[in-house]
């Protein structure tokens, strides 16, 4: 067995930028991807981060549960109004897929 270790661990930078660490609260990290010839912030969400939550995913249509890992992308200079959750395989599906979502008569308008 090895002796207990009472030193302090070397101290860490007190001030860290955005730049150098990309993790937020919501337990993911978050990158900038060009899409549609726009620059789009993409953040992944842990699932234990998504407690409690519902969220209409607008790849596919459906709803992402409850504590589900996730997607969450905007355009990079709008505001929070235009985030949207994604799921992960629908966010990377997003060139193939068409533009016409078929929804059934009773589904709601997200």
């Not at 337990?27 to 992944?44: F, P, Y």
């Not at 949207?84 to 009773?106: G, M, P, Y």
Request: charged share 30%.
């Amino acid at each position: 067995m090895s002796p207990r270790r009472n030193r302090p661990k070397e101290a860490a930078p007190a001030a860290r930028g955005a730049e150098d660490d990309r993790s937020g609260r919501y337990g993911g990290w978050q990158s900038t991807e060009d899409w549609q010839g726009e620059e789009w912030s993409v953040r992944h969400v842990a699932g234990a981060s998504a407690q409690g939550k519902t969220y209409r995913c607008p790849g596919c249509d459906q709803l992402i549960a409850s504590g589900v890992p996730h997607v969450v992308a905007w355009p990079e200079h709008s505001g929070v109004d235009d985030r949207r959750h994604w799921h992960k395989a629908c966010w990377n599906a997003k060139d193939r897929r068409t533009t016409r979502v078929q929804r059934s008569r009773n589904a709601p308008r997200f």
